[in-house]
C-alpha cells in the first residue's frame, strides 16, 4: 500500500515539474552505510524511511567497517516491511588508512576470509568492495590479483572504483569475475573506451554514480550516453555512492535525479538499468510489485 503511494507521489512529482520521470522500482548498486553515518543521524529509520520513499526496493550495502553493513542486514524485520532486499558486500576496509593499502596487505585478505565465512544475518556476503585504486599498477598487488582470484572462485561480484587501465590489469587475474565498475570511470575514460571494454569483457558492468558526461542541461542524459546505454541496456546499474553523511541528506534528491535521466530512455532500457540487472545479478525477482 505504501509503495503504492511513493509510485503515485512520484508521478505526481513528474507531473508537476513538467518533466518524465521513471516510476519504477530501483536497484541502489552502491551504497555505503559507514560508521559515521549510522552513528549520528542516519539511523537504521531514518535511512530505510529514505530508501523507501525513493522507490529503492534493494541495495548493495558495503562499509567501513564491514559494521554498518551487518546492521542493515539484521534489520530484515525493518527492510522486509519496507520492500528492501540487502545485498551485502565485503568492504576492504577497517578504517581510512587501508584505502591506500589494502591491495598489498595480507591482514585485508585475511579480514575478507573471516568475514566471508561468518556472513551476514540475512545471508551469505555476496560480493567485495568497493576498493580504491588511485595508482592502477596497483592492481597488480598480490593482495589485488587472490582477492579477485577469490571473487572469481566463489562467484562473489566485486566493486571497484579504478580507472580503464586497471579494469584491464584486474580482468587479467581472473578474466571470468563479475566485476562491477564503480562510475564507469570517475577520470572520465572516454565512451568509446567503456564501449571497448564491455565489448571485451561480456561480465563486466558499469555503475553510474558520479560518471562525468552522462547528464547535461537539466539534468537530461547526453545524446552519447543515451546511445551506450541504449547500445548496452543489459550492462548498466545505478548507484548513490553514500560515502559521506551528506549523500545520505541528500539521498531522495540523487534518486529523483537520476529517474529524470532514465526517461530520457526507452522505457524498457529504462527499467533494466534501474532494477532488472541488478536483480538479474544476484538472484531477485524481475518483477515487484
Ligand atoms: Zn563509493
Not at 110 to 130: D, F, H, K, Q
Not at 156 to 166: M, Q
Request: proline letters at 4%; aromatic letters at 8%.
Amino acid at each position: 500500500m505504501r509503495r503504492r503511494v511513493v509510485a503515485t507521489l512520484l508521478l505526481a512529482l513528474a507531473g508537476a515539474a513538467g518533466a518524465q520521470t521513471y516510476t519504477g522500482p530501483i536497484f541502489d548498486a552502491h551504497l555505503h552505510y559507514n560508521d559515521e553515518a549510522w552513528q549520528a543521524e542516519h539511523t537504521l529509520p531514518d535511512v530505510i524511511g529514505r530508501l523507501q520513499r525513493s522507490g529503492v526496493r534493494a541495495v548493495i550495502a558495503n562499509s567501513r567497517p564491514n559494521d554498518g553493513t551487518k546492521t542493515l542486514a539484521a534489520a530484515r524485520e525493518q527492510t522486509r516491511a519496507a520492500g528492501i532486499t540487502v545485498v551485502p558486500f565485503v568492504r576492504l576496509y577497517r578504517n581510512r588508512a587501508d584505502y591506500t593499502g589494502w591491495f598489498a596487505d595480507e591482514s585485508i585478505h585475511t579480514m575478507v576470509l573471516s568475514e566471508l565465512a561468518a556472513g551476514t544475518a540475512t545471508g551469505p556476503y555476496r560480493g567485495l568492495g568497493e576498493f580504491h585504486l588511485y595508482d592502477s599498477a596497483n592492481a597488480n598487488g598480490p593482495v589485488a590479483a587472490k582477492l579477485m582470484q577469490l571473487a572469481q572462485e566463489r562467484n562473489l561480484a566485486v566493486l571497484a572504483h579504478v580507472d580503464d587501465t586497471a579494469i584491464d590489469l584486474l580482468m587479467a587475474h581472473a578474466p571470468r569475475a563479475r566485476l562491477i565498475w564503480a562510475h564507469t570511470g570517475i577520470g572520465g575514460a572516454s565512451v568509446e573506451r567503456v564501449h571497448a571494454l564491455l565489448q571485451k569483457y561480456p561480465a563486466l558492468m558499469g555503475e553510474l554514480s558520479y560518471r562525468p558526461g552522462l547528464t547535461g542541461a537539466g539534468g537530461a542524459l547526453s545524446a552519447e550516453w543515451k546511445a551506450l546505454l541504449t547500445a548496452f541496456p543489459e550492462r548498466f546499474l545505478l548507484g548513490s555512492d553514500t560515502w559521506i553523511n551528506a549523500r545520505w541528506a541528500g539521498y531522495e534528491g540523487l534518486m529523483a535525479d537520476a529517474r529524470r535521466w532514465l526517461a530520457d530512455l526507452p522505457a524498457p532500457v529504462a527499467r533494466r538499468i534501474a532494477w532488472e540487472n541488478g536483480a538479474r545479478l544476484f538472484g531477485l525477482p524481475l518483477t515487484v510489485d
